[in-house]
C-alpha cells in the first residue's frame, strides 16, 4: 500500500508515540538517576521532570491506543492536546534561544535567590561558593571551602547557561515540529477509512 494510505498513517503515528513513550521514561529514568547518586537533591526540580516525563507518556498512550484502534475520540482528545504541548514547547524553545547574557543572569540570580536545595546542589556539583560573593557567615556545601578557596558560582553558571539554552532551546523546537507532525498525522487518519472495516460503516 502506498504511504499516503491507511495502513502507512497507522504505522507512522504508532511509531512517534512510541518514540514519545521513549522519552518519557528516559525523563523519568533521568530524575531516578539522579536522586540515587545524589546530584539532584531539590524535590521540586525532579517534581517538575517526573510530572513532565509522567504528562508525555499518558499522551503517547492516548495516542498509542488511538491509532492502534482508529478511536476518533481519543485520536481528537490527543490531536487537540499535542497542538497545545506544540504551541507550549515552541514558545518556550523560541525564549530560551533568544535569551541574552543579560537576560540569562537575571534569571540564574532569580533562581538562586529562590531554592535553596538546587543552590546546594550547584555548590557541590561546580565547586564553587556564594552566588557572586561568599560571605563566611553563609553556610556552603563545596568542597573548596576547606581549603578558603572558593569561586563564585555565578561565573561558572554563566559559563554554561547559554550552551544548556541553546541545547534545550534546539532539542524542544526538533520535537516541537515532531508534535505539529503528529497532529498532522491524526487529523489525516482520522478521516481515512479502514479498508477491512466494513463499507457502510460511519467514519
Known sequence: MACGGFACSKNC????????????LLLIGIAAWGIG?????SFRVVGVVIAVGVFLFFIALVGLIGAVKHHQVLLFFYMIILLLVFI???SVSCACLALNEEQ???LLEVGWSNTNSARTDIERNLNCCGFRVF???????????????CRPCAPIMEEYAGMVLRYVGGIGLFFSFTEILGVWLTYRYRNQKDPRANPSAFI
Open 13 to 24: 503515528l504508532c511509531i512517534l508515540n512510541l518514540l514519545y513513550t521513549l522519552v518519557s
Open 37 to 41: 547518586f545524589g546530584l539532584i537533591s
Open 88 to 90: 507550549v514547547q515552541f
Open 104 to 106: 540569562q543572569s537575571e
Open 135 to 149: 560571605y563566611p557567615n553563609e553556610t556552603c556545601a563545596a568542597d573548596c571551602l576547606r581549603n578558603l578557596h
